[in-house]
């Protein structure tokens, strides 16, 4: 039973990613920055920095986590 659940799991993972590969590149960019005098160039820069900001936080986050599971263990 346990096989037949990961063979199901596998197929549906693999058929996801296929899917998700299938669409095209250009629906995947969300803000183009090439323009000239409209400023978007200042939003992909601050979006880009709202990511690099939320990426550190959830990698400082999950090592303050991890930390505070293995003091519990260790007492």
Wanted: glycine share 10%; aromatic share 4%; hydrophobic share 55%.
């Amino acid at each position: 039973m346990r096989s037949v659940r990961r063979i199901l799991l596998g197929a549906a993972l693999g058929m996801s990613a296929l899917a998700m590969l299938a669409t095209p590149a250009g629906a995947q960019q969300l803000v183009d920055a090439g323009k000239e005098g409209d400023g978007s160039g200042g939003l992909a820069f601050v979006l880009m920095t709202l990511l690099v900001v939320l990426i550190v936080a959830a990698l400082f986050f999950m090592d303050r986590v991890r930390r505070r599971r293995e003091d519990t263990v260790t007492e």
